[in-house]
C-alpha cells in the first residue's frame, strides 16, 4: 500500500502545517484505495515482513481494499 508512488505522508496543506482537526502532525494519504486506507492521524509507523489485520480488518473490512476490483469487505 505504501510503495504505491500515489501514496504519500502529508504534514501541512496550501503550504500550512496541517491543523489538529485534519490530521496533525501527519496524515497518511493513500488516494489509489479510494482513500478507504487512509489515516487522519498516525500515532506510529511498523515496517513489518508480513501484513497482519489492522482495526478495520478485524471490523470485515478487505485487507487491500481496492476500489478496482470491489474489495471494500472480506
Known sequence: MLA???AMLA???ADKPLEPEHGYPLRLLVPHLYFWK????LRGIEFMEKDRPG???GY????RGD????????
Open 11 to 13: 504534514y501541512k496543506y
Open 55 to 57: 482495526f478495520w480488518e
Open 38 to 41: 487512509s489515516a487522519k492521524w
Open 4 to 6: 504505491d508512488e500515489n
Open 67 to 74: 476500489p478496482w476490483v470491489e474489495e471494500r469487505f472480506s
Open 60 to 63: 470485515g473490512y478487505h485487507s
